[in-house]
């Protein structure tokens, strides 16, 4: 493990020991009503995304602690490789994708871009801008801190913004925008064109939109009892409130006026670096339960730790069945005017 990564777990600690009172409350009742959405509770969108973004500022440091700063589980593309060299595989897969034209000169925009970690490696391999929005504004204060840090500020731009509102930039601003698993598993089948013509209207006409998304695959049954039941038990793994099929995302995005290159599963499985982690999860729920037991983190992290590690039982099984994918490809186009 290198310095950098020390580093992350210990400051993540840090937080997590700081984190004030009503935030940590505010993570309980987020837990609380993921699990009455998932017994069936019909849920509003609004209270949906502030439960993930008060879910979301806390977890975003228990998986630092772990080694999962960027918060998604990528394709095992090269099997020498562990998760953080696996993410790094896949953003370049994701980034080659967009087709820049001139890289040293172009604005990316990064939807949900969590601690704005991807955002630093596409400015890093292009050379040019990536402007970045999360719904937590702790992690969006993460980004901006290493972005000061790297002296990258004038080349990477974070603020909170909410995939279910305008997006508070020009029309025409961006030569590619692009989602790690951060966009799909937040909506609503309805609400799918709203966020599509939204994409539409910030990126420059002949850019593209690229993505490695969790979605179910078209295999996936919900008259089948046992992928249903599957799904329920995954979902905690993804802290996701949705899931779409590639088919309607890409509906919406057609709608939009996009034209859709690529529809694809992803290119490797995830579920060996999922078991990964579970392991290295389980060697690390010792220290979370000494740090509850001096009420540095709230009891219920034990058990959320828990849940996740059931789900990843379940995400490898669902995975192996190929009805969900946890990287599914899209790459869709704005036509040139
Ligand atoms: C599974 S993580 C994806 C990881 C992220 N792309 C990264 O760079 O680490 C999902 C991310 O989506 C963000 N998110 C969820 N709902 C959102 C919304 N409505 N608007 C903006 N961001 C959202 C979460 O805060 C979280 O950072």
Redesign the pocket.
């Known amino acids: 493990m290198n310095w950098y990564r020390i580093k992350t777990s210990f400051i993540a600690m840090k937080q997590l020991a700081k984190l004030p009172k009503e935030d940590k409350q505010a993570s309980i009742d987020a837990y609380e009503f993921f699990q009455r959405m998932q017994a069936g509770e019909e849920t509003k969108t609004e209270d949906e995304?502030k439960a993930?973004?008060d879910y979301?500022k806390v977890l975003?440091d228990i998986l630092s602690i772990f080694d999962v700063?960027?918060?998604?589980i990528p394709p095992q593309l090269d099997e020498s490789e562990g998760l953080y060299g696996n993410q790094l595989l896949i953003e370049q897969a994701v980034l080659k994708k967009m087709n820049l034209e001139n890289p040293g000169k172009s604005h990316l925009l990064?939807?949900?871009?969590?601690?704005?970690?991807?955002?630093h490696h596409f400015a890093t391999l292009t050379g040019g801008q990536v402007s970045?929005?999360?719904?937590?504004s702790h992690?969006i204060e993460s980004a901006i801190d290493w972005a000061r840090e790297c002296e990258m500020s004038d080349r990477l731009h974070f603020k909170v913004?909410?995939?279910?509102e305008p997006l508070e930039y020009e029309s025409g601003t961006f030569d590619g925008c692009y989602?790690?698993?951060?966009?799909w598993?937040?909506f609503k089948k309805e609400e799918l064109d709203d966020h599509a013509r939204e994409m539409y209207r910030v990126l420059k006409p002949g850019a593209r939109y690229s993505c490695s998304e969790?979605l179910l695959t078209p295999h996936f049954d919900w008259n089948n009892e046992e992928h249903v039941t599957l799904h329920k038990a995954f979902l905690p793994l993804?802290?996701?409130?949705h899931s779409m099929y590639p088919a309607d995302v890409c509906a919406a995005l057609e709608r939009a006026g996009f034209k859709i290159l690529l529809s694809a599963p992803s290119e490797g499985v995830a579920w060996p670096l999922c078991n990964q982690k579970r392991d290295l999860v389980s060697m690390g729920r010792r220290v979370v339960r000494a740090l509850e037991a001096i009420r540095v983190l709230p009891p219920w992290v034990e058990e959320s730790l828990d849940l996740l590690q059931k789900s990843g039982e379940a995400w490898t099984a669902a995975e192996k069945a190929k009805i969900a994918d946890l990287n599914w490809r899209i790459v869709a186009e704005k036509p040139l005017a």
């Not at 990064?110 to 955002?119: A, E, F, K, V, Y």
């Not at 970045?132 to 937590?136: A, E, K, L």
């Not at 913004?161 to 279910?164: A, E, T, Y």
């Open positions: 995304t993930v973004a979301y975003s700063e960027k918060l998604y990064d939807m949900g871009c969590g601690r704005g970690r991807i955002s970045g929005y999360n719904i937590d992690q913004g909410n995939h279910h989602s790690f698993g951060a966009v598993p937040f969790y993804l802290a996701a409130t």
